[in-house]
């Protein structure tokens, strides 16, 4: 039911007074009295209502919901890059070399190199970058070194409350059954970086299941290193 406005509150107790009010009445007074009170009492409850659901807590309530059904929080990322550099000349570069794709800074460990060689950086700031073409923006040639920019994870966001509560709507509608399709659905999607994922039950092996997923910029997993991030 939605919640009614002070004024509504205000001229249904005028009513229930009566239709003639002296101009200097009391009635009015008190009137405006009860209107906000009653008011302030529709708050309390609506506020309290939404706390008691899982699917319209906020803040607090909603980690705690989240607590009882052990669905953990997806914390902020940073986004990955590996570039190549190369030179003729050997050249030394410090812990911390900072390094901007797109107008964002990212950071390198130190290594040294002569003729080329492939380094990971990693973004300053975790979260979402959002760059639409980050090779076209950090392909570029220097005086005394040359660097290509290969391959580009963006980093993610804090899980927001609206993805939160549908997290939590999810498990309702599916509880954990010891491996049921849902169950490796869950738990492959929980991971950070993971978009959607697929289970085949059909496997040769007894009591075995085929996943299948992707990740949230539509990449399929290189190595082994990226399937096991996962799962």
């Known amino acids: 039911m939605q919640r009614r406005s002070l004024q509504e509150i205000y001229q249904d107790v005028l009513d229930d007074f009566g239709k003639s009010q002296y101009r200097y009445s009391l009635e009015k007074v008190f009137a405006k009295a009860i209107a906000g009170c009653s008011h302030m009492l529709y708050g309390y409850i609506d506020a309290q209502r939404k706390k008691y659901n899982p699917l319209t807590a906020t803040g ?3 980690e705690q919901w989240a607590h009882v059904f052990g669905l953990r929080r997806n914390q902020a990322t940073k986004a990955v890059a590996e570039i190549e550099v190369k030179s003729p000349h050997k050249l030394d570069f410090s812990e911390g070399e900072q390094w901007l794709i797109g107008g964002k800074v990212f950071t ?35 005086a005394e070194f040359e660097v290509t ?32 399709p849902g169950d490796l659905i869950n738990w492959t ?31 399929i997993p290189k190595n082994t290193d990226e399937v096991r991030r996962v799962l």
């Open 60 to 62: 607090d309530e909603l």
């Open 108 to 142: 390198s460990q130190a290594f040294s190199f002569k003729d080329k060689k492939k380094v990971k950086l990693i973004a300053k700031d975790p979260g979402k970058l959002g760059l639409t073409n980050p090779k076209a923006a950090f392909t570029k040639s220097l």
């Open 149 to 180: 920019l290969i391959s580009f994870t963006d980093g993610e966001d804090k899980e927001e409350d609206e993805k939160r509560r549908r997290t939590i709507l999810n498990y309702l509608r599916h509880p954990d059954h010891g491996g049921s």
């Open 189 to 219: 999607q929980s991971a950070s970086g993971t978009a959607k994922a697929w289970v085949k039950k059909c496997h040769p092996n007894p009591g075995m299941a085929t996943v299948t997923y992707i990740l949230k910029d539509m990449a």
